[in-house]
C-alpha cells in the first residue's frame, strides 16, 4: 500500500522535537527496554514537587495486590486543607509508558494540577510492567488499587461515587480497560475516563501507524515492542482480551462518560478516533478532540506550546463539567 | 513514553545548548511559525518573559516563561538583554532577566536566533514599513471601501481592529494612521489629527483631520497660529470649515484682516496673541512688548478693522475672523 506523507507537526511541537531527540527516539526494541527505564527521564521524574509547594499531602500507601500477587503501591495527595464541601472526587491515575517504564510519579503533575484547580484527591497507582509481567499483572493492578479507593474513600476525605480514571499512553488503554472492569464485574462505578492519547489496539495496524513510522514519538516499532512484551505471541492474533487492548471489546455500551484526546500525527491518531466513534455508535458518551500537528505525549514534553497549552485546558475543563453534574 | 525525555525546559548553560537553540530556531523558521511561538520559544529556553516590541509595525507580544502571552505596558529595564532586528536598530526583543555579572552565552544566542527569525516572518507578513503603504491606508481611511476590506486593510497595516485608532492629516505627505496610544514619531510640520476611534470609523477620524488642517497655520508673522490641531479641540468651530471654502471670497471681517496686517507688519502677530492669551498682560508678554505697547497697538488696530477688541465681543470676533482666515488661506482638497 501506498502511504501518504505524513500531517506535518504543529511548529513550535516540530521545534519541541528538535530538542528531545538525542533523548527519545521515534523507535524502540525489546533490547532497549532496560537502558530506557535507567533513563534520564525517570530520575527527574522522582524530583517533582509532589505536594504542590505544599498544597497537597503525600503519602505511599501499600495496599493489598490481586490474589496471590505482591502489594501494589498507591501514590496518595490529598489537599492538606479541610474539604469545604462534603467528601472530595477522586483522580484515579494510572502512568504511562507503553507498559513497561514507568511508575506511579510519571505524568502525575498534570493529575496533581487538576486536581488543585477543581479540589480533589489523587491516587496514583503503580502496577507490575512487563515484559516481567505480562497481561493481566497490570489491569489487575490498576483494578485492585481502584476497589482499595473506594473502599477506603472515607479515610481519604473522598466520595467513592465520584472517581474518574485518568491516564496517558498505556495508561490511557489501561484506564479504558479499568472502565471495561468495572463494568463487567460490577466493581466499584467510575464516573467518568480521562483518556488521553491512550493505546488502545495491540493490532498496530491502521493507517496512522504506517504514517507516522519512524517519526516523532512511539511510532510502529516502540509499539509492537509494547504490546509483545505485554501479551507476547498473542499480539495481533485473534485471542487477545478486550481488558488487554480494549479496542478489541466487542460492546462498547455501559461505560462512564469518555473523554479521548490524540494528536493528529502520532502511531494511536486513527485507533483513538475509531473508539471514540465506537462509543458514540454504541449510544455512550464520549468527546474526542484530535490536536493537529500533535505529536505522542507532545503536551507532556512541550506544556508551553500554544497547542499543549489549548490540550491542558480541555482536559481541565471537561473534568469540571464531569465533576459539576 | 511520553514523560521519558522529561520536559521542555530551561536550557542549562551547558555545552550543546547553543547548538540545541540554534537547531530549535531553524525548525520554527523552516516551519514557518508565527511571531508568537518565536517569542514564546525564546522564553521558555531562557526560562524568562520575553517580549518582542516592533513600533514601526506596531507588534507588541510577551511570553512568559511557561509560554503564557501576557502583555505588560511596563517599559522595559534598560538592564535586560535584547537584540535589534536590524544592525544598528532600536532594541526589539528582550529576555526579561534582571542584570547578571557576566552576560549569559546562551541568552545571546537565543536572541540572536529568535531576532533574526522574527525578522523574517516581520518581513515576510507585514511587510517593510507597512504603515506606509499608501494603498492600504487609503483604504482604511475610504468610507464608501466594504468594511471587509477596511478590516483586511487595518489588519495588514498592523492594526489591531479591535484597538481604536487615529487619522492624521498632514499637510506635506501622505495620510497617516495612529494607534490611541503613543504614536512613536508624528508626523513633522502641519497636521490635523483625527480624533479617536474604532478602525471603521476612520474615515470618519479621517474627514476630521483633514478639517483640523484647515485651521493649522505656518507659524509665523504672516500666518500665526498652532501648526498642530487636534479635531477634538475645535469642537463646534469646526462647524466654520463648512462655511468657508478654501480660496473662496473672503469674508468682511477676513477683508479687513488681510487690508490692515498689508500695513501693518506687527498686526496679525499682536492679534493673534491677544486671541489666544487669557488677558492683555499675557498677550503683551507673549509677543515681548511692554503692556503700554499694546494698548498703542490695539488702538491702531481697532481703528484699521473697525472693532473693537478689547471686549468680549470684539475679541470673540476677532478669533472668529483669525480662525475664517486660516480657512480661507488654507489650501485644502475639500
Known amino acids: 500500500m501506498t502511504q501518504a506523507p505524513p500531517p506535518p507537526f504543529d511548529p513550535e511541537l516540530a521545534a519541541a522535537l528538535e530538542l528531545i531527540k538525542d533523548v527519545i527516539s521515534p523507535g524502540l526494541t525489546m533490547d532497549e527496554i532496560a537502558d530506557v527505564r535507567q533513563g534520564a527521564g525517570i530520575q527527574m521524574l522522582a524530583e517533582l514537587d509532589l505536594t504542590l509547594d505544599g498544597f497537597f499531602e503525600v503519602e505511599d500507601r501499600a495496599v493489598p495486590g490481586p490474589e496471590g500477587a505482591p502489594e501494589i503501591s498507591l501514590l496518595i495527595c490529598r489537599p492538606a486543607v479541610p474539604a469545604q464541601g462534603g467528601p472530595r472526587p477522586v483522580i484515579y491515575h494510572v502512568h504511562g509508558g507503553g507498559m513497561i517504564i514507568g511508575n506511579n510519579r510519571v505524568g502525575v503533575d498534570a493529575a496533581l494540577a487538576w486536581a488543585k484547580e477543581l479540589d480533589a484527591v489523587v491516587v496514583s497507582v503503580e502496577y507490575r510492567l512487563a515484559p516481567e509481567h505480562p497481561h493481566p499483572a497490570p489491569v489487575e493492578d490498576v483494578y485492585v488499587g481502584l476497589e482499595w479507593t473506594a473502599k477506603n474513600a472515607a479515610e481519604l476525605g473522598a466520595d467513592p461515587q465520584r472517581i474518574v480514571v485518568a491516564g496517558a499512553s498505556a495508561g490511557g488503554g489501561l484506564s479504558a480497560a479499568l472502565a471495561l472492569l468495572t463494568r463487567d464485574r460490577g466493581g466499584p462505578q467510575l464516573i467518568g475516563q480521562l483518556l488521553m492519547c491512550p493505546m488502545l489496539d495491540d493490532r498496530n495496524d491502521s493507517p496512522s501507524t504506517y504514517q507516522m513510522a519512524g517519526l516523532g514519538v512511539w511510532d510502529r516499532t516502540a509499539n509492537e515492542t509494547g504490546w509483545t512484551a505485554l501479551l507476547g505471541d498473542l499480539r495481533g492474533g485473534p485471542d487477545v482480551p478486550a481488558y488487554a487492548a480494549p479496542a478489541r471489546a466487542e460492546d462498547l455500551s455501559g461505560l462512564p462518560p469518555a473523554f479521548l484526546d490524540v494528536g493528529s500525527a502520532e502511531t494511536f491518531r486513527d485507533e483513538v478516533v475509531a473508539y471514540a466513534s465506537r462509543i458514540w455508535q454504541a449510544g455512550g458518551a464520549a468527546e474526542l478532540h484530535v490536536w493537529p500537528g500533535g505529536f505522542h505525549g507532545f503536551d507532556g514534553f512541550a506544556p508551553q506550546a500554544a497547542l499543549s497549552q489549548a490540550c491542558r485546558a480541555a482536559h481541565v475543563e471537561w473534568l469540571r463539567r464531569l465533576l459539576s453534574r | ?334
Open chain 2, 1 to 334: 513514553m511520553k514523560e521519558l525525555a522529561g520536559r521542555l525546559t530551561a536550557l542549562d548553560p551547558d555545552a550543546g545548548a547553543a547548538v540545541r537553540v540554534i537547531a530549535y530556531f531553524d525548525r520554527l523558521a523552516e516551519s514557518r511559525a508565527g511571531l508568537e511561538a518565536l517569542v514564546r520559544g525564546a522564553a521558555v529556553l531562557a526560562g524568562v518573559p520575553a517580549r518582542l516590541v516592533d513600533a514601526d509595525r506596531r507588534v507588541q507580544v510577551r511570553v512568559e516563561a511557561d509560554g503564557t502571552r501576557r502583555e505588560n505596558d511596563l517599559p522595559p529595564d534598560p538592564g535586560w538583554p535584547y537584540a535589534a532586528l536590524t544592525p544598528g536598530g532600536a532594541p526589539a526583543l528582550w529576555l526579561e532577566r534582571a542584570r547578571a555579572a557576566e552576560p549569559s552565552v546562551v541568552d545571546a544566542v537565543i536572541l540572536e536566533r529568535a531576532a533574526g527569525a522574527v525578522r523574517l516572518v516581520l518581513d515576510r507578513t507585514r511587510g517593510r514599513a507597512p504603515a506606509d503603504d499608501p494603498a492600504l491606508v487609503e483604504t482604511v481611511l475610504d468610507a464608501t471601501a466594504p468594511e471587509a476590506a477596511r478590516l483586511h486593510a487595518a489588519r495588514r497595516l498592523g492594526l489591531d481592529p479591535a484597538a481604536p485608532a487615529r487619522a492624521l492629516a498632514p499637510l506635506d505627505g501622505r495620510p497617516r494612521i495612529a494607534p490611541a496610544q503613543g504614536d512613536p514619531e508624528p508626523p513633522v510640520g502641519r497636521v490635523g489629527v483625527g480624533p479617536v476611534v474604532p478602525v471603521l470609523d476612520l474615515p470618519h477620524s479621517w474627514e476630521q483631520a483633514r478639517v483640523a488642517l484647515r485651521f493649522s497655520a505656518e507659524g509665523t508673522a504672516q500666518d500665526p497660529g498652532s501648526g498642530v490641531v487636534h479635531a477634538d479641540e475645535l469642537g463646534d468651530v469646526a462647524l466654520l470649515a463648512h462655511l468657508v471654502a478654501p480660496g473662496a471670497e473672503p469674508p468682511p471681517d477676513v477683508r479687513a484682516l488681510e487690508a490692515a496686517a498689508a500695513a501693518t507688519p506687527w498686526l496679525l502677530t499682536t492679534l493673534h496673541a491677544v486671541a489666544t492669551t487669557v488677558s492683555l498682560r499675557a498677550a503683551a508678554s507673549e509677543i515681548n512688548v511692554h503692556h503700554s505697547t499694546l494698548q498703542e497697538r490695539l488702538a491702531h488696530a481697532e481703528h484699521l478693522l473697525g472693532w473693537p477688541l478689547r471686549t468680549p465681543q470684539g475679541r470673540f470676533r476677532l478669533g472668529l475672523a483669525l480662525a475664517m482666515r486660516h480657512l480661507v488661506r488654507s489650501q485644502g482638497e475639500q
